[in-house]
T-cell receptor
Framework: SQQGEEDPQALSIQEGENATMNCSYK?????LQWYRQNSGRGLVHLIL?????REKHSGRLRVTLDTSKKSSSLLITASRAADTASYFC?????????????FGQGTILTVHP | DAGITQSPRHKVTETGTPVTLRCHQT?????MYWYRQDPGHGLRLIHY???????DKGEVSDGYSVSRSKTEDFLLTLESATSSQTSVYFC???????????FGSGTRLTVV
């Protein structure tokens, strides 16, 4: 079963615009992570936010977490064509010590030059 | 990907044959994972390891076995491959639940 569900499933924007992807999950979490996957490649870890954090930044990435709503969002500012990829949220269940990540099905982001 | 390699990268095999995929890490991470990625299902956990000779089942473990005799190697075996096991298989490593995973580049397996 999928713990995280992303919305939208696909997003198409122009270079320079911001991209926002949302993730909802079902059970309590230890942390929530976002990954990027370029076509035909492995996943790359972008950012991790812990359950006691509400917002985190990394370069052009901003992640928010609302544990009361069991939801998170990933904002990519000033998008570039190179940001074209699939983005996945993934969660580690609360109380877990060795981190079995459960993934959503991802958002396909296309950034047009 | 730095520190983790998967082999082979591509494999075509016949139904009923055994197949072993290898994951090798140079990071000395304790935890290793095997996932499969399929359209419409995202990534699903097959098996994971929390130490040498310590393994456990994930969400979709039927038809798969694993072994970890050394910290650096985690093997995934399909005892008798079926067409439903056609997929892209990813290995991942992590230090603990508080850190992100590092993924390998994947093995594309086709069972004909």
């Amino acid at each position: 079963s999928q713990q995280g569900e992303e919305d939208p499933q696909a997003l198409s924007i122009q270079e320079g615009e911001n991209a926002t992807m949302n993730c909802s999950y079902k059970t309590s979490i230890n942390n929530l992570q976002w990954y990027r996957q370029n076509s035909g490649r492995g996943l790359v870890h972008l950012i991790l936010i812990r359950s006691n954090e509400r917002e985190k930044h990394s370069g052009r990435l901003r992640v928010t977490l609302d544990t009361s709503k069991k939801s998170s969002s990933l904002l990519i500012t000033a998008s570039r064509a190179a940001d074209t990829a699939s983005y996945f949220c993934a969660t580690i269940a609360g109380g877990t010590s060795y981190g079995k990540l459960t993934f959503g099905q991802g958002t396909i982001l296309t950034v047009h030059p | 990907d730095a520190g983790i390699t998967q082999s082979p990268r591509h494999k075509v095999t016949e139904t009923g044959t055994p197949v072993t995929l290898r994951c090798h890490q140079t990071e000395n991470h304790r935890y290793m994972y095997w996932y499969r990625q399929d359209p419409g299902h995202g990534l699903r956990l097959i098996h994971y390891s929390y130490g040498v000779k310590d393994t456990d089942k994930g969400e979709v473990s039927d038809g798969y076995s694993v072994s970890r005799s050394k910290t650096e190697d985690f093997l995934l075996t399909l005892e008798s491959a079926t067409s439903s096991q056609t997929s892209v298989y990813f290995c991942a490593i992590s230090e603990s639940a508080d850190y992100g995973y590092t993924f390998g580049s994947g093995t594309r397996l086709t069972v004909v």
